[in-house]
């Protein structure tokens, strides 16, 4: 445990976090939108109601933007600046994590929980995405805090810092940010036999009054602006259909997030399977938090497993406490196992350039070909070596520095890959389309980052003849391409 200190956390953060925040530009569809609808606040001065491409945008609640606004008011229009907020969220969640389990353990399985949230590859993906869930993740965290340490040394301070956070969560992505704590501390309060003393919390007078000051503002003077589109738009169809129904195509099986765990939770996927070998065990013990953030766990997984609309990010809302209970089970751990994960993911993706070129579906065939220049002999060596280190015999500590920064180098070098097939065409379009002085461009595809890079609406319309369409690269018919790269096209109405 001595080689694991404040040191690499620290650098382990800086790096996966800020140093490469602006590495590759913005993804295609959420970070675009989320920028675009920030880049849309910037100049129609319109501080209450977001705007995607001049159509109203419901999705999200309104601090990410207000906090992207200011970012990009600092730093300029730049993937930097909209993803930053994201960055600052995340590092104090860390540290949430810190502080709190220095509090209820020690600095060991503090010290440990921070550097496994930091360099688990899905928190390096949402750490450095400009969207609203590492805020989001950040205020769950701190609220659930809050109301453990209130549930065990029943200090009023400790509800109202809950409350207070539940406001700012609401305000960062609406209702399941209330959800999540009210459920899990009813269960947990249900199991204690104290549910007397939670809807006495509940109730407090001035929780309520905190929690309405920080979240209830905006969304009276929303509703007052648009009235029941907002309803309609915000509460029922990006909030209670997201649940019933499919959104966007995002669906999948009860499964879903089992895959999404194995492979979120890389490279400590070993210690995430521990916890469910060592469940019992712990449980056994009367350890609290261990019962009240696994109930917190296994309620977020199996609600969204329930849900209609999936995606992987929504599960990282129970993630906080298997970072805890990941440092708590470390030791019982054999070095070797804890390699594995890591060793087989990079096998897989020493084998990637040879299976990408098999699949034949249109989508695959055009970004494989953007990516091949790029798995050349530099890839495989380093890939190579990746691998080597993760297999080296050394001592438990030094395995997991090593596993951490590994994980961080493959998910940032992987991710700049990828973006040549994904998010830097559009970039380049955008710039195409500016150098050539190009007034207007129609979105026929769903690439909200484009506007973002022209600094201009791209409206979602069928352009007339001679005009320009943004559009996939396998949709070109009945246009004459003027612009080409990977997926995407720039292309006249013919």
Known sequence: M???????????????FFILLGITPLFNLDEGAFSEATREM???????????????????????YWMQLLSIKIFGLNEFAFRLPSAIAATFWVGGIYYFTKKIYDEKVALLSAFFMVTTLQIGLIAKAAIADSMLNMWIAYSMFSIYLYLKKREEKYLLFAFAFIGFGTLTKGPVAIMIPLVVTFIYMLIKK???????????????????????????????RQGDKFIDGFILKHNLERFSSPMEHHKGNYFYYIPVLLIGFLPWTTLMIGYFIKFREFLSKKDDFFLFGSIWFLFVFIFFSFSGTKLPHYIIYGYTPMFIFMALIYDRVKTFYLSLPLALFVILLIALPFILPNIHNIDVVLATKAMMPYFNYLYFILMGAILILTLLKTNKDTKVLILGFSTIFVLNYVGWIYSHARALPVKEAAIFAKKH????VYLKTDLPSFSVYFNKITPKEDPKKGEIALLKAKDIKGYKVIYKNGLIALGEKK
């Open 2 to 16: 001595d080689k694991i200190n404040k040191n690499y956390l620290l650098l382990a953060l800086l790096l996966n």
């Open 42 to 64: 910037l100049h129609n001065h319109n501080y209450i109601t977001t705007f995607l491409d001049g159509n109203l945008r419901f999705d999200k609640p309104i601090f990410i």
């Open 194 to 224: 104290d549910l007397k003393f939670f809807f006495k919390s509940i109730f407090n007078p001035k929780g309520i009054a905190i929690f309405l000051i920080i979240a209830l503002p905006w969304y009276v003077m929303e509703y007052i």
């Open 437 to 440: 002085h190009i007034q207007k």
